[in-house]
């Protein structure tokens, strides 16, 4: 793997990159890059995202709503039969849920439903969309920090893009990312966040 910026960089897989960085995603949401994964690709690059907690001098003992998430290009200019395709993006999302979201068994298709509707709702073509959903429930017990339940939702999905136009992929993955930590749609004031204030 090269590193970005490199000279040995296709002008295709800059462009891409390029591209990522110009989605424009939910306010709460934090974008950053992060270390790809070695040796899938001739070229990878990767961008880490979480949900942003407003800043406050009291930090909550249990924490709820967490959410975060990674989304790599994988990148092979001769292409890959399994792929379909010469850009690779590979997903995951992770989210606490509530007791009562968790124990819905509707959950795997309304999540896998959430990224269908935001790759298809931005009509950038794609193709090879295949992916897996997760519900998991833990119990603690003994001397382990944390609740003594917890609902973790998880989200794994690739899909083969067929331009470099990337950003509305990044913009479809963190419409995804905010429906899982069930934030607010973008201009909508949650009542509980005002009396905090």
Not at 43 to 59: C, K, L, Q, R
Not at 84 to 108: E, F, H, K, S
Not at 164 to 184: I, N, Q, T
Request: proline share 10%; charged share 20%.
């Amino acid at each position: 793997m090269t590193k970005p910026g490199s000279p040995a960089e296709p002008a295709q897989f800059r462009a891409a990159i390029d591209a990522m960085h110009a989605a424009t995603v939910h306010p709460g949401i934090e974008l950053g890059p992060i270390r790809p994964p070695q040796r899938l690709a001739p070229f990878s690059y990767a961008i880490g995202a979480e949900v942003s907690h407003p800043e406050s001098d009291h930090v909550p003992e249990q924490s709820e709503g967490d959410a975060f998430g990674r989304l790599i290009l994988l990148y092979d200019p001769e292409g890959d039969e399994a792929w379909n395709g010469t850009r690779r993006l590979v997903a995951y999302i992770q989210a606490d849920l509530d007791a009562d979201v968790a124990v819905d068994p509707l959950l795997p298709e309304v999540a896998w439903s959430w990224l269908t509707e935001a790759l298809e709702s931005r009509s950038e073509p794609l193709n090879a969309l295949g992916g897996t959903v997760t519900a998991t429930s833990s119990v603690r017990y003994g001397d382990i920090a944390g609740p003594p339940r917890a609902h973790q939702l998880e989200l794994r999905a690739s899909w083969t893009a067929t331009s470099s136009e990337l950003a509305p992929h990044v913009e479809a993955f963190c419409e995804v990312l905010a429906y899982a930590a069930g934030l607010p749609p973008v201009g909508v004031t949650e009542l509980g966040n005002r009396t905090r204030a």
